[in-house]
């Protein structure tokens, strides 16, 4: 591993997905204790995910961490220790308005994420079941956590909308990330990703200026912490920016061909203590 000689690290950046977890979707305990040890060396390891709070949290106690949790791909900063929301990139009405649109014009179903208390629902969502095997089966696994509204999307004046999804086979995400990206290019983001966790393939929307680094950026900034300083590992697209972005940027081995290359640095992959060689080779 080449860094940057006598460079300090005082934030470690870890996806979850695909990097902290092993392919079976477990956090090996040679993890655990590599992410222990960074943080007892003064390295404030934090978790930037895909994930929505709810599900980044167990992650986080796991492995005995307080800091704040990147979740939704960089469109929300939380404090665990009091559920207090740090960060949100919402879409302004207009924006959200035209995304909808989009949506409905190709027979999309959009699912949007809530930020609300631990005890309340994580997303709004038009009717359930939808009809769409791969859809429902999101759904069905998320049973209890979301509400159905199907007047949600003519609401938009309440905003507190940050994280638009829909669900389907990986071709016609692809496609559909098309037509939101010829419409509205350079106003948000898109991910056409993929969790073990489920069958589907979710074409994810979120705010041009959501992105895991945009996040980290803002607590970097809480904790007078320079880029250069930051160590960011990951495995998919929505890794890059922070990749790219950090003082090292490393992608696990199993990553593809686009995010290996927005890297400095290829570890391991996440079935072969990919995160706890970084952390060993920064600990050095």
């Not at 074409?203 to 912490?225: I, M, N, P, Q, T």
Request: aromatic share 6%; charged share 25%.
């Amino acid at each position: 591993m080449r860094t940057e000689k006598g460079s300090t690290y005082r934030i470690l950046a870890l996806d979850v997905d695909g990097t902290l977890l092993d392919r079976e979707g477990t956090l090996r305990p040679s993890t655990v204790a590599a992410v222990a040890r960074a943080a007892r060396a003064g390295i404030r390891p934090v978790l930037c995910t895909g994930r929505r709070y709810r599900r980044a949290r167990p992650i986080a106690e796991q492995l005995g961490l307080d800091a704040p949790l990147v979740c939704n791909s960089g469109a929300l900063v939380k404090d665990p220790s009091n559920h207090r929301t740090l960060w949100r990139a919402d879409f302004e009405p207009d924006l959200l308005a035209e995304l909808l649109d989009l949506f409905h014009l190709h027979d999309e179903l959009p699912l949007s994420f809530t930020d609300r208390p631990p005890e309340g629902l994580d997303f709004l969502v038009a009717r359930d079941p939808t009809g769409r095997p791969l859809y429902d089966d999101y759904l069905s696994r998320n049973r209890g956590h979301g509400e159905v509204d199907p007047g949600w999307a003519e609401r938009l004046e309440r905003g507190g909308h940050y994280h638009v999804c829909t669900i389907g086979s990986r071709p016609d995400m692809l496609a559909f990330q098309n037509v939101v990206m010829a419409r509205l290019s350079g106003r948000v983001r898109t991910f056409v990703q993929k969790s073990p966790r489920y069958e589907g393939t979710m074409c994810e929307v979120l705010h041009h200026d959501a992105s895991k680094w945009s996040a980290l950026l803002h607590l970097a900034e809480r904790w007078d912490v320079p880029p250069s300083e930051i160590c960011a590992i990951g495995d998919d697209a929505n890794d890059v920016p922070m990749l790219q972005g950090a003082g090292f940027g490393v992608a696990m081995g199993h990553a593809p061909a686009d995010v290996l290359a927005a890297a400095d640095h290829i570890t391991g992959d996440h079935d072969n203590d990919g995160v706890a060689m970084v952390i060993d080779e920064l600990l050095r």
